[in-house]
């Protein structure tokens, strides 16, 4: 299937609905589609007074167009997906939204011979509004959410780039012999289209891998802890060239899960210190922050109108001032030392939601405007994404959690695409963590490293299970985090840990899912073009009613 003009277009004003004509135009809105050379397709949006919430874009299929076969399809995700929400193929489900892209096949890489057709249908990277796509059988539609907040944008004259529109179709024919050795059709389609909805990512210079101690401490550590695990971690990858990163999790700063960040708590008094520390080791020291909270209302520089309308203990990253704060953080702990950042909690904050739960259905929550009303919740998450990406220096690796993925691409090196993993429940380590390796494997090293979060090495977790978890991220090609309680592990675990290490300090390895239309917790994958097979589940079955 061919780029083409949608057949329809809705406007949705903050109060009115509107369907269309070939003038794309009511009121003060104009809505223009331009079809470039390079087979994408132009959204851009102008108006005056109008306050704009979204647009409705919908292709009808000709007879042409439409699969045969049993299709199956798949979408992206706004942010992490929290609690049982994964990511799968599934049937044609018409209700169902599907963000930045969709997939849809008749084939399967679990059989050499029926790779079928796959078709793809995305926006570009980077795109100033939220996309999402709904898909049936007669046809495909796109919202573009241009709302600031949950009410409309206020465009006031400026002409927006709202979204860039991608189609293309793959199969057999598409790729070579020795690609589809590596890989299956239907896996090979979707890298090739995020490379394409990507084209300009940024990467670590160097593959990332290392220490993260939340998911043994859980916030319950301190400086004289990081630095028995950095010791621990230095032993691990001795003779490496690469050398391994220690990320201080949450639990270092005077105040729960929230800033200010200009100092540590009594654990940990010297947070420039710790950073030397970890680095006279041998060791890259690595630091976890939420930008946007202030629960504990410290900062009492700040204004009604620098905070979040719903939410008064966090910030608006529309407001100048915020951004600068936020900056100035930012740079703080690449001044401090820390040569990776992991900021998280942004989207949370910023929305009110765990999952991103945006949608054309009547707001059923209050309506409410960041500060700046005149640009899209999109152009203001890219701003905040700027402001950290350009305080960090070239010198700081940024690993972005709970970011919105289609927008964090090209801005991070890292991107942390699972929910939590485990340290204490496996059933968690295998919902999250196995389904988000397979699923955004497409978008490793092609939106960015993408890291389906650790191994929680405890003694709650089987080591039969965890072994698996550790030699599929090692050989994955994504980036390793290692939280692993010290004293646990035997000499045959540890030197299993050391040839962990070892293979992801190169990341030279790929391994893709084979059965992942099938299931959403794949078991059989392709290790460098050899078959190879886990076992997720346990003996006794899942635990989800236990899940944390």
């Not at 049982?84 to 930045?100: K, L, Q």
Request: hydrophobic fraction near 35%; include cysteine; charge should be negative.
């Amino acid at each position: 299937m061919r780029l083409r003009y949608p057949d329809k277009t809705v406007l949705f004003t903050q109060d009115k609905r509107y369907t269309l004509d070939a003038s794309l135009s009511r009121e003060d809105v104009k809505i223009r589609y331009t079809l470039t050379e390079d087979e994408c397709m132009r959204i851009t949006v102008t108006a005056d007074e109008t306050s704009i919430r979204f647009l409705r874009l919908r292709w009808n299929y000709n007879e042409e167009e439409r699969m045969g076969g049993i299709v199956r399809a798949h979408g992206s995700i706004f942010s992490v997906p929290y609690g049982a929400v994964n990511r799968r193929w599934d049937s044609i489900m018409p209700e169902a939204y599907m963000p930045w892209y969709f997939m849809m096949t008749n084939g399967t890489d679990s059989k050499k011979d029926a790779p079928g057709t796959t078709r793809a249908c995305g926006v570009m990277t980077g795109g100033k509004s939220f996309c999402f796509w709904q898909n049936d059988m007669d046809g495909f539609t796109l919202w573009v959410d241009l709302r600031c907040g949950t009410a409309g944008v206020l465009l006031r004259g400026r002409e927006l780039d709202a979204a860039t529109v991608v189609f293309r179709e793959y199969n057999e024919h598409c790729f070579t012999e020795t690609e589809k050795q590596l890989a299956g059709n239907v896996f090979l389609a979707c890298e090739d289209f995020c490379r394409v909805m990507c084209p300009h990512p940024i990467l670590p210079k160097e593959p990332v891998y290392g220490s993260n101690n939340w998911y043994y401490a859980y916030g319950n550590s301190s400086h004289e802890e990081i630095i028995q695990d950095a010791s621990f971690l230095a032993k691990m990858t001795a003779g490496l060239d690469n050398r391994p990163f220690m990320v201080i999790d949450d639990g270092w700063q005077q105040y729960g899960c929230t800033g200010p960040w200009d100092k540590g708590s009594e654990k940990f008094p010297d947070m420039p210190g710790l950073a030397q520390e970890i680095a006279n080791m041998g060791v890259k020291p690595g630091i976890w922050y939420r930008p946007l909270s202030d629960a504990e209302k410290i900062l009492s520089w700040t204004t009604d109108e620098m905070r979040h309308p719903l939410d008064a203990s966090c910030l608006d990253p529309s407001h100048p001032t915020v951004l600068a704060h936020i900056k100035e953080d930012m740079k703080r702990f690449a001044d401090w030392g820390y040569r990776l950042v992991k900021h998280d909690y942004s989207t949370h904050d910023m929305f009110g939601f765990w999952k991103l739960e945006l949608n054309p259905a009547p707001v059923k929550e209050p309506v409410w405007s960041f500060y700046n009303t005149g640009k899209t919740g999109a152009e203001i998450v890219l701003d905040f994404y700027r402001a950290l990406r350009e305080a960090a220096g070239e010198d700081v690796i940024i690993l972005g959690c709970n970011t919105i993925h289609h927008l964090a691409a090209g801005l991070v090196e890292v991107n942390r695409t699972s929910d939590d993993t485990s340290g204490i429940l496996w059933e968690k380590t295998r919902v999250a963590g196995v389904n988000t390796l397979a699923f955004c494997m497409c978008q490793n090293r092609t939106f960015y490293a993408s890291d389906a979060d650790c191994i929680g090495i405890t003694e709650n977790i089987p080591w039969e299970l965890n072994r698996q978890w550790l030699y599929a991220l090692a050989h994955s090609g994504s980036p390793l985090f290692v939280s692993c309680k010290l004293g646990i592990l035997g000499d045959e675990q540890l030197a299993e840990l050391r040839q962990a290490f070892a293979a992801a300090s190169v990341q030279s390895d790929r391994m893709v899912p084979l059965n992942w239309t099938e299931t959403n917790c794949p078991d059989r994958w392709l290790l460098n073009g050899t078959p190879i097979s886990f076992r997720w589940i346990p003996d006794e079955g899942c635990d989800s009613i236990h899940m944390e």
